[in-house]
């Protein structure tokens, strides 16, 4: 069956300092991938997604950046964190573009002080 | 550009009462899905509905999908503390790349 990782749970930085996030698939190839920020009770913000290796879209000008160096791995980067990066992050996978049910990694609570 | 709206964004019921939330895409969708989101936790499928008109029924959930695939809604009857979430619709893009969540409808139920 497919699994997806994502570390760490919780992470805290101070304000300036690098960020990498990394999500994993197991048990399927090719996977659709996308990361996901969530303010504390709000929606969902899409930031990223990819369906292919060295495949990145952007959603929303910011201060991250994608890479997928792998078919199976997704990493959220950034060079220099800025108090509003805090959030929730959560990774997900699909088998179709846009059209398939999407499956959602446990999230990285990052909290930037 | 292409939005999908939830309402209420909040809802506080007591336990045994009825709840619906009600989705509106502005634009025609393919397909409308439904997750739900446990407080501290990730989104969770639920369900997929694809037809005009569709109905489909989970235990106490039931899903409609409207005659013009553009709104949807989720009514769980006599609700349970177990409901307690958000529960967010999601359709696929103009682009189909990728999926447009709505904005999200958070219910607590009192015991």
């Known amino acids: 069956s497919q699994t997806i990782h994502q570390w760490p749970a919780t992470l805290v930085q101070p304000v300036g300092s690098p960020l990498s996030l990394e999500c994993t698939v197991e048990?399927?190839?090719?996977?659709?991938l996308y990361w996901y920020r969530q303010a504390a009770g709000r929606g969902l913000q899409l930031l990223f997604y990819s369906v292919g290796i060295g495949q990145i879209s952007s959603e929303v000008p910011q201060n991250l950046s994608a890479s997928r160096p792998q078919d199976r791995q997704f990493i959220l980067s950034s060079k220099k964190l800025l108090l509003s990066d805090s959030g929730f992050y959560l990774c997900?996978?699909?088998?179709?573009?846009?059209?398939?049910?999407?499956?959602f990694g446990p999230g990285t609570r990052l909290l930037v002080l | 550009g292409q939005q999908v709206m939830q309402i209420p964004q909040y809802q506080h019921v007591q336990e045994g009462e009825d709840f619906t939330t009600y989705c509106n895409s502005s634009t025609t969708l393919s397909n409308i899905q439904w997750y739900k989101q446990r407080p501290g936790g990730h989104p969770v499928f639920l369900i997929q509905l694809v037809k005009s008109g569709e109905v489909k029924k989970q235990k106490r959930l039931t899903f409609q999908f409207g005659e013009a695939k553009k709104n949807s809604s989720l009514h769980i009857t006599a609700t349970q503390t177990t409901d307690v979430g958000t529960y967010f619709c999601a359709g696929p893009g103009l682009n189909t790349d990728k999926l447009i969540f709505g904005t999200g409808t958070r219910l607590q139920v009192f015991p």
């Open positions: 997900a996978w699909s088998v179709l573009q846009g059209v398939g049910t999407q499956y």
């Open positions: 048990g399927t190839s090719n996977p659709n």
